[in-house]
């Protein structure tokens, strides 16, 4: 497996990106102020509000062509979606909700 955020925008702080001829694991990160300049001051802030933030990550990869099975992985509860397919071509995949996801894609 190959590590490469580019291929979801190359935002390291929000997705990291590690893929294979057959697989993609997206760690996608819960969108609160990520790279907010900490300071003695706003740091114990921003820590409390750290994985709080209502909105759900999405992220855009070019998938291709090809057909994928997607699974979802909550690591707040250790707990695996059911699975779906999706078509490839240049996609955007919503998670399930807020918080802080993994994303399994593997070809079919």
């Avoid at 907010?36 to 933030?53: C, D, G, H, I, V």
């Avoid at 240049?90 to 802080?100: F, R």
């Amino acid at each position: 497996m190959v590590p490469d955020d580019n291929l979801t925008g190359n935002e390291p702080q929000q997705y990291k990106c590690i893929y294979s001829d057959s697989v993609y694991i997206i760690y996608l990160a819960n969108p609160d102020q990520i790279g907010r300049p900490e300071t003695k001051r706003n740091k114990s802030a921003e820590l409390s509000a750290a994985n709080k933030s209502p909105m759900v990550p999405r992220v855009t990869i070019d998938l291709h062509q090809n057909q994928f099975n997607v699974k979802w992985y909550d690591p707040s509860s250790g707990k695996w979606s059911d699975s779906h397919e999706i078509i490839g071509g240049l996609t955007e995949i919503i998670a399930p909700g807020p918080g802080d996801w993994v994303l399994l894609l593997t070809k079919v």
